[in-house]
């Protein structure tokens, strides 16, 4: 181990990089292989082949072949070496697409501005769990999962069998968006409030395909709060760049509840809701709240 730690501090960063994206692909994917590291990251297959070796000569105990997958598996001692698999990590990395979690400049800040984000509570499950969803969303496997419900009829832990396809980070929590078969729709599941996951061997009956109102893009229009004076109208305008005092997002039909919120728009009839605290309103209303009634007051 001691000799370990030592090659670790003279691994050059590149192949640091490379060791991480191994380590994060076998955990999460499931699988890594030599043509996916070479892809990745546009190197020879020979290329690839050392990367891989040197990893196993460095963490023996992590991978083992499978021949049928032609790809290394994580092994039931699989433990992390080079990369933090925390969720709260991995999870800001798939959704920038990023190859590696690591910045090459430390604590110290590349172009010497201090940017702060809001400490907002964690709210996600043990890598455990995130690892059998994602495993299931990759190969459109059908997950059996233990969830926490807050609807009034499911106030205790059930298990259900879902069809993953889709992340969703709504700004305060992570979602993923599922086929149900309980319900047999397509729903939104909070990602902290699953306790287990277990990628089953049955293909899903389902794909995002088949969901409308994740596939379908709808045009949500905002516009100033009524009660604002045209000072504050003005200035609204200019922090979204309005035109011609309306704001126009495209979105998918079951996103635009989350979006609502985020953005602290009144959604009530009468636009009754403090306009200093939420400054926009709904200019399509009709159009939009067949699709987030949820979210309308």
Do not use: C
């Amino acid at each position: 181990m001691a000799d370990n730690i030592k090659m670790l501090h003279e691994i050059k960063f590149a192949t640091r990089q490379r060791l991480q994206f191994i380590e994060i692909m076998a955990y999460y994917n499931g699988h890594i292989s030599r043509s996916m590291l070479a892809k990745a990251y546009g190197i020879s297959d020979p290329a690839a082949t050392k990367d891989l070796k040197l990893y196993n000569d460095l963490a023996p105990h992590n991978l083992e072949y499978n021949p049928s997958l032609f790809s290394f598996v994580p092994s039931d001692k699989f433990d992390e070496v080079f990369a933090d698999l925390s969720p709260q990590s991995v999870l800001k990395m798939f959704a920038q697409n990023l190859l590696s979690i690591d910045n090459p400049s430390g604590n110290e800040p590349i172009y010497g501005i201090s940017v702060e984000e809001m400490p907002f509570p964690v709210r996600l499950p043990k890598k455990a769990v995130l690892a059998q969803l994602i495993r299931a969303m990759k190969n459109k496997s059908q997950l059996k999962v233990n969830y926490h419900s807050l609807s009034q009829r499911e106030i205790t832990q059930q298990s259900r069998i879902i069809e993953p396809h889709a992340l969703v980070n709504n700004g305060l929590r992570w979602h993923v968006r599922a086929y149900d078969h309980e319900h047999y729709d397509f729903r939104d599941f909070v990602l902290s409030r699953f306790t287990e996951a277990e990628k089953l061997e049955l293909e899903a009956e389902s794909s995002q395909n088949y969901d409308d109102d994740w596939m379908e893009l709808i045009t949500l229009k905002l516009q100033a709060h009524p009660a604002l004076s045209d000072k504050q109208h003005l200035a609204l305008s200019y922090d979204y760049n309005m035109l011609d005092g309306i704001i126009e997002l495209q979105v998918r039909r079951s996103l635009v509840g989350y979006l609502l919120q985020q953005m602290k728009v009144d959604t009530t009839s009468d636009f009754s809701l403090n306009p200093n605290a939420y400054q926009l309103i709904v200019s399509n209303r009709d159009e939009i709240e067949p699709f987030a009634g949820w979210a309308f007051m």
